[in-house]
């Protein structure tokens, strides 16, 4: 596929725009016409109440790192740090419309009788088999008559490029007009998606992709000839009905991009569903999403009818092979002296260190430093692109520790840590234990059975509650340490 001028454009302007920080890609998301829902107040820098672990008082109901607890910029964030197809050996599980009807499996690309130029373009991008989720998904997608398909896999197992390389084989490159739609919940995931439609498109240069994001403007007459058209829900709205540029009619497929992501954008699922009903009863629809909750469910019932459903597991992320200790402190001074101890006596790695406010990391960070530790700091005013950098950073070994809200570490793995340091145990909004933040952060999938050490500072009679809740829970006993013993600490890590 030719390079979208249009979308370099757009590139280069992110690249030099001063700051996109999350917050405003949540601002982003709805979008500036008419159609588009009202914009979420986002509330200014530092108005929020950060909630300092002061003994005995639970963090207020609202973070500032709350603020920025925004689904698309997780979502994004992913993407910019995953290099690698995420391994799954669960099976998945497919419930099939008509159960009557062939169910196909490949394990190879050439199975799946693709154009030479889209065989091409796979085996480009370093792809040599189909992932889990592809090898169902695919031959499901890429069926005639089309079959509508509502797709569930975690991040990173293949779902974009199972999409595209659907959508890539059904247009038609002799008809110069949209067939293609994909709608993406913000500017930045649709330019992500564009990309991938780009590279596996590359050697199939007749098929032109367009951009449906704000700022794209274009000139009213204008009929689109471009055969696919990737966007957020307003424009695409904007463009088939306000504008005509889209002869919504001569639609084959329709995709839906993160439809949990979506949900959690206000407006972006009556958008959605007012484009759907645009489109003729032939089309076919695919919807994908990392996760599947109920808000999801019911938004992919009322998108997508006839469906098939294909889900891919999680794999189950277990504490058996992870030693757990907790240090008792009084304040977070103590807690650092603590760490500086446990440091003294055990060689580390690396570490992760979880604090619960942007205030705590950043402090402890500098006082880490003070100490002559190479750390990285990942912290909520930063940009997506720079928190990428910092975890690649860190996942190269650069730097050994890496200090982080827990919303910011949010869904992302590094798996050479065996060291995770809970400054400050995980709980909900509610002051409540996080007790799949806690698994999360310091699980490790059976498969791997890698050996960890986690250590959880508690300071207040508040945290040493969470603490036991967690304790009860999980049915796991936290060994105390004491961390003036230095002979116990050297113990923890035989
Ligand atoms: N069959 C494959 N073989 C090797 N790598 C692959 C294959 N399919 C996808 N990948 C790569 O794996 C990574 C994840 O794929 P992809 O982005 O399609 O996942 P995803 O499920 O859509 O993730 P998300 O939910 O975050 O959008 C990408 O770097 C992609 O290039």
Same mark, same amino acid.
């Given at each position: ?45 530092? $108005? +929020? ?55 196909? /499996?490949?394990? /190879?690309?050439?199975?799946?009788? %693709? ?24 031959? &499901? &997608? ?26 890539? $084989? ?13 709608? /993406? ?28 994001? #704000? ?40 995709? %839906? ?5 979506? @949900? ?13 009903? &645009? ?5 076919? &629809? %695919? ?7 109920? $808000? ?13 459903? @294909? ?32 440091? +003294? ?47 690649? #950073? ?7 520790? %890496? ?39 310091? +699980? ?44 116990? @600490? ?5």
């Amino acid at each position: 596929m030719a390079t979208d001028s249009w979308a370099l454009a757009v590139d280069e302007q992110e690249a030099a725009a001063e700051s996109i920080s999350s917050l405003q890609i949540k601002d982003a998301a709805p979008e500036e016409n008419g159609t588009a829902a009202a914009t979420a107040a986002t509330p200014p820098e530092g $108005s +929020g109440a950060a909630a300092q672990t002061e003994p005995d008082v639970p963090p207020t109901a609202k973070t500032e790192e709350d603020d920025k607890d925004d689904k698309a910029a997780q979502s994004l964030l992913n993407k910019l740090i995953r290099s690698n197809l995420v391994n799954t050996t669960n099976q998945v599980e497919v419930l099939q419309r008509d159960p009557n009807s062939p169910l196909y /499996s490949v394990k /190879s690309f050439e199975e799946l009788r %693709l154009k030479p130029q889209l065989l091409q373009g796979v085996y480009a991008m370093g792809f040599n088999r189909p992932s889990k989720i592809q090898e169902t998904a695919l031959p &499901m &997608m890429l069926a005639e008559p089309p079959q509508n398909l509502i797709a569930q896999s975690q991040s990173g197992t293949g779902k974009t490029a199972a999409f595209v390389l659907a959508m890539l $084989s059904h247009v038609d490159p002799n008809n110069k007009f949209p067939q293609c739609l994909c709608v /993406s919940p913000t500017y930045e995931l649709a330019l992500q998606t564009g990309k991938v439609i780009e590279q596996m498109g590359k050697h199939y240069p007749e098929v032109q992709l367009v951009y449906a994001i #704000r700022g794209n403007k274009l000139q009213r007459s204008v009929k689109l000839q471009e055969q696919i058209v990737i966007g957020t829900p307003g424009t695409m709205l904007d463009w088939c009905l306000k504008f005509k540029f889209i002869d919504p009619k001569k639609i084959k497929v329709f995709v %839906l991009d993160e439809a949990d992501v979506m @949900i959690a954008t206000q407006g972006h699922q009556d958008q959605s569903i007012r484009i759907q009903r &645009m489109l003729p009863k032939n089309c076919q &629809m %695919l919807l994908f999403s990392a996760t599947f909750e109920e $808000s999801v469910w019911r938004f992919a019932e009322r998108i997508v009818p006839d469906h098939n459903i @294909i889900k891919l597991k999680r794999e189950e992320e277990t504490l058996d092979t992870i030693k757990q200790y907790y240090v008792q402190c009084t304040s977070k001074e103590e807690k650092f002296q603590a760490l500086c101890n446990i440091y +003294g006596a055990i060689t580390i790695a690396q570490a992760m260190i979880f604090c619960h406010t942007r205030k705590t990391a950043g402090w402890l960070a500098g006082e880490l430093s003070r100490e002559g530790h190479q750390v990285a700091l990942l912290s909520g005013e930063m940009q997506v692109e720079q928190r990428a950098a910092v975890i690649d #950073r860190f996942r190269d070994g650069k730097e050994k520790v %890496l200090v982080t809200t827990n919303v910011c570490a949010r869904g992302i793995d590094v798996e050479q840590v065996s060291v995770v340091i809970n400054f400050d145990l995980p709980v909900d909004k509610d002051g409540n234990p996080d007790n799949e933040t806690y698994l999360h952060r310091i +699980g490790r999938t059976g498969r791997f059975g890698k050996r960890g050490l986690a250590i959880n500072m508690v300071d207040s009679k508040f945290s040493m509650n969470v603490l036991n809740r967690i304790q009860e829970h999980f049915n796991k006993k936290i060994e105390k340490l004491d961390t003036d013993d230095l002979d116990e @600490i050297e113990k923890i890590s035989s």
